[in-house]
């Protein structure tokens, strides 16, 4: 097989966003434009000659054509070995756990995550090292940097590898080994978990549970793992077939759209337990009858119990928390004498955290939990992670969340999205909210006010301009930034956080409890008037 160079011109669009390149799938299938990015992956990362990478996606629309051209791409530039979840498909974060466990020298992982997919839909690529976590920024600048001049790529001529038969092939020099893509994250999870535990809760017939996969990469973990290991039956597992559009749905595990998980726990016979994951299972949510545990909620409840759970029962060195994220894991960590860190929305911020054991736990305001045991957060480790508490606890969802309240206070919060906002119109109102920093506190109650920079405690590196916060007197909290993984326009997240130590007053509607606060928002950023909306488009 000859190994060929092709002429390529840069792309002007190659900068990734918050959790890798994310464009319409129309845009990465014209000529060279994933060639390049996969080029610039290679070229930035000499050390990929000669090793493995994992490679494999959530079976969206695309992924099995991107897989192919990758894997040419890999042979071509040296790489000895590529690990390729069968079919194309591999969670997020079974990715970071084969690279850790063989590991290797990075992997690729081809989703957009949360996005919509389909020939109009989004797709996306991103670079994990080989901690298992997405690239860091000097990584993602580096590659970004090499795009722009990017004048050529390698690959390789040669029929397409079959993605469906488990074994090993040949490209060129390099082996193609396409692995089952649940097996070995299966038996991770039943190291951290308590199997026989769950196994009795939920396999005795009276616990009710549902899992909705979206159509998306959970369906068949949810399947292996809640399924055939821990005996619910088949029924618990809904949407559970990945497919291409993800059923024309949106696999985005929210109130909003993992609806159907909603209606499932909602009235008197509700069921117990529901969760939901997203496109490519690092997100989740988690339900119980009638209630709906925030993302926020859920780290700071795991922070607090996870000594019960067989995975982390020496206890958690610290945790850490996104900046717009609540600040509830902060009050265990205060509890439980560790540390607690507040960084830039983005995983890959964690990673140096991670490593350097400073943390355990961590997670994100947009439904992302995770730990240690991998370098990704991790949907399917949440739930059951939950599963696991409700069946050592004996309690419900519900009874945990509000104990947890009335020990630690209630961190009220809510986000709300303004989407497929005018660029411009975006980038004014984050200008002038910036520009009335120095002019806010001492009104409204405001106590202080800056824009969010990060130093990073591991390695030093300095980040800014992360969003804009706005703290009260009281302890509340605003803040706005526009998200780093949307394709259309611009994506105004406002972020609202009030506490509460008061029992009588924890168990208020959260928009009415807000109300206050969300016109504050508005008056202070001039939402309507700059976005020309009345409303968000989703509120979570
Ligand atoms: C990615 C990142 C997360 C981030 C989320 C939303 O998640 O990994 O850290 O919180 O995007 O980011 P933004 O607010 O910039 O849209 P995912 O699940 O999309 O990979």
């Known amino acids: 097989m000859t190994i060929r160079e092709i002429a390529t011109t840069p792309f002007d669009d190659q900068k990734p966003g918050t959790s890798g ?16 990015f996969v080029q610039a992956i290679f070229d930035v990362r000499p050390d990929l000659v000669g090793g493995t990478l994992v490679i494999g996606g959530d079976g969206r629309y695309f992924n099995l054509a991107a897989i192919q051209i990758i894997l040419r791409m890999a042979a071509a530039n040296g790489a000895a070995r590529a690990l390729v979840g069968q079919n194309g498909l591999l969670s997020t974060p079974a990715v970071s756990h084969l690279i850790r466990k063989f590991e290797t020298r990075g992997g690729i992982v081809l989703s957009a995550s949360h996005n919509p997919g389909g020939p109009d839909g989004d797709f996306g690529i991103k670079f994990n090292t080989p901690n298992g976590g997405p690239a860091p920024e000097s990584v993602t600048d580096a590659i970004h940097k090499r795009t722009q001049s990017i004048q050529k790529y390698r690959t390789i001529e040669c029929a397409d590898i079959d993605l469906q038969t488990i074994g090993r092939q040949k490209i060129g020099e390099m082996t193609v080994e396409v692995i089952d893509p649940v097996a070995d994250y299966a038996d991770l999870m039943a190291e951290l978990f308590d199997f026989d535990a769950i196994r009795n809760l939920i396999g005795g017939g009276t616990f009710r549970l549902c899992f909705d996969a979206m159509h998306a990469i959970t369906g068949p973990y949810a399947t292996e793992i809640l399924v055939n290991r821990l005996g619910a039956p088949e029924s618990a597992v809904i949407n559970a077939t990945p497919l291409p559009d993800f059923g024309g ?88 004498g560790i540390e607690a860190f507040e960084t830039p929305t983005g995983w890959k911020f964690f990673g140096n955290l991670l490593d350097a054991g400073r943390i355990t736990l961590c997670g994100e305001e947009s439904f992302g939990t995770g730990s240690n045991h991998v370098r990704e957060k991790d949907g399917l480790w949440a739930v059951l992670f939950w599963l696991n508490l409700l069946a050592v606890r004996k309690q419900s969802v519900a009874q945990i969340v509000t104990e947890h309240w009335a020990t630690f206070g209630r961190n009220y919060y809510t986000r709300h999205d303004y989407e497929g906002v005018d660029a411009g119109a975006a980038t004014e109102l984050m200008n002038h909210l910036r520009s009335s920093l120095p002019h806010l506190p001492g009104t409204h109650d405001i106590a202080w006010a800056d824009d969010f920079a990060y130093e990073d405690p591991v390695d030093g590196s300095r980040t800014e301009q992360q969003g804009i916060r706005i703290g009260f007197e009281d302890g509340s909290r605003i803040v706005y930034r526009l998200s780093g993984t949307g ?7 406002v972020y609202l956080e009030a506490f509460e130590a008061d029992t009588g007053k924890q168990n208020l509607e959260t928009q009415t409890r807000m109300q206050p606060l969300i016109e504050l928002a508005d008056t202070l950023a001039g939402i309507r008037e700059r976005t020309g909306r009345d409303a968000p488009d989703v509120i979570t």
């Open 249 to 336: 749905g949106h696999p985005d595990p929210n109130l909003t759209h993992a609806h159907e998980a909603v209606e499932l726990t909602t009235g008197e016979d509700g069921a117990d337990f529901a969760a939901a994951s997203d496109g490519d299972g690092d997100r989740n949510m988690i339900l119980g009858r009638n209630f709906f545990v925030t993302p926020s909620d859920s780290l700071a409840v795991m922070a607090a119990n996870a000594h019960l759970i067989r995975g982390y029962q020496d206890g958690i060195s610290g945790v850490a928390r996104s900046m717009p994220t609540s600040a509830a894991a902060d009050r265990v960590a205060q509890q439980l």
């Open 487 to 493: 394709t259309v326009g611009a994506t105004l997240r």
């Open 21 to 36: 390149l994310r464009k319409k799938v129309t845009r990465f299938q014209e000529s060279g434009y994933l060639e390049n």
